[in-house]
């Protein structure tokens, strides 16, 4: 196994999926759920918008392909480690699923600490 700092985002999502199968349709459910809003709120969420790396044009389109294969692949991803990181976590999608997962840990209370700390170790710096 590589060391952690060495593992690239999607061994980071493969590896939380097998360790937290049981996570992983509220998970995916909230994802999806991010996707809408980003999506309904498309105004408000344009005017607010702040992130110097990515236009909102280009988030936008992010949680769009995000959503498209949440539908098109749906529980298959909650049983699929690799399909989950094969489709989630690949190239600038990550970046919208990691901002999704963190901010699924940061506004829930989780019943499972030890999932919340392994999203901690691995898609905090």
Same mark, same amino acid.
């Given at each position: 196994? #590589?060391?952690?700092?060495?593992?690239?985002?999607?061994?980071?999502? #493969?590896?939380? @999926?097998?360790?937290?199968?049981? *996570?992983?349709?509220?998970?995916?459910?909230?994802?999806?759920?991010?996707? *809408?809003?980003?999506? /309904?709120? *498309?105004? %408000?969420?344009?005017?607010?918008?702040?992130?110097?790396?990515?236009?909102?044009?280009?988030? %936008?389109?992010?949680?769009? /392909?995000?959503?498209? #294969?949440?539908? $098109?692949?749906?529980? #298959?991803?909650? $049983?699929?480690?690799?399909?989950?990181?094969?489709?989630?976590?690949?190239?600038?999608?990550?970046?919208?699923?990691? @901002?999704?997962?963190?901010?699924?840990?940061?506004?829930?209370?989780?019943?499972?600490?030890?999932?919340? $700390?392994?999203?901690?170790?691995?898609?905090?710096?």
């Amino acid at each position: 196994m #590589k060391a952690l700092n060495q593992l690239n985002n999607p061994e980071k999502g #493969k590896l939380l @999926h097998q360790l937290f199968p049981n *996570e992983m349709p509220e998970l995916i459910d909230f994802v999806q759920g991010m996707c *809408e809003t980003v999506k /309904e709120n *498309e105004e %408000l969420n344009r005017s607010k918008w702040n992130n110097g790396l990515f236009t909102f044009d280009f988030w %936008l389109a992010l949680a769009g /392909e995000v959503d498209q #294969k949440i539908d $098109k692949y749906g529980a #298959k991803l909650h $049983k699929s480690s690799n399909l989950f990181a094969d489709q989630l976590f690949d190239g600038y999608l990550a970046s919208f699923t990691i @901002h999704c997962i963190v901010t699924y840990t940061a506004v829930r209370q989780h019943e499972n600490g030890k999932f919340v $700390k392994a999203v901690d170790l691995f898609f905090y710096p």
